[in-house]
C-alpha cells in the first residue's frame, strides 16, 4: 500500500512539472502570437483557461506537496508551492499583459521547483 501512494504521488509530482511546463509556454506563447502577430487572443487568453490551469496547479500541488511533507519530512517543497500558487493566483486579477504573465510565470517556477525537490526527496 505505501509504495503504491508512493508511486502516484512520483507521477502526480512528474505531472505538476509537466503542468507547469505547458503554463509557461501557453504565456510565453500568448504573449507571442497576441501581442507580435495578432493571433490567437480569443483562445490563448480566455479567462477559462487561466481558472482551469490554476485549479488544476493547485489540486496537483496541493495532494503531491502535502504528501512529500508527511513522506520526507521537509516542509520547503510546500511552502515553495503554495507562494508559487499564491503568485499564480493574483494573475488571474491583474488583467492580461506583463504583469499576468510575470506572475504566473514566477509562480509556475517556484511550483515546478518544489515538485522537483518533492522527487528528489523520493530517491
Known sequence: MRQALFSIRNRLDRVGVLLSGLCALHCLAGLLLVTGL??????LLAPAIH?????????????????GVIRHGDPVPLQVGAAGLGLMGLALFVGHGTEEAVLTIVGVGLVAWAHLRNLRHSF
Not at 38 to 43: I, R
Not at 51 to 67: D, K, S
Open 38 to 43: 495578432g493571433l490567437g487572443g480569443e483562445v
Open 51 to 67: 481558472r482551469i490551469g490554476l485549479i488544476l496547479a493547485i489540486v496537483v500541488g496541493a495532494a503531491t506537496l502535502a504528501m
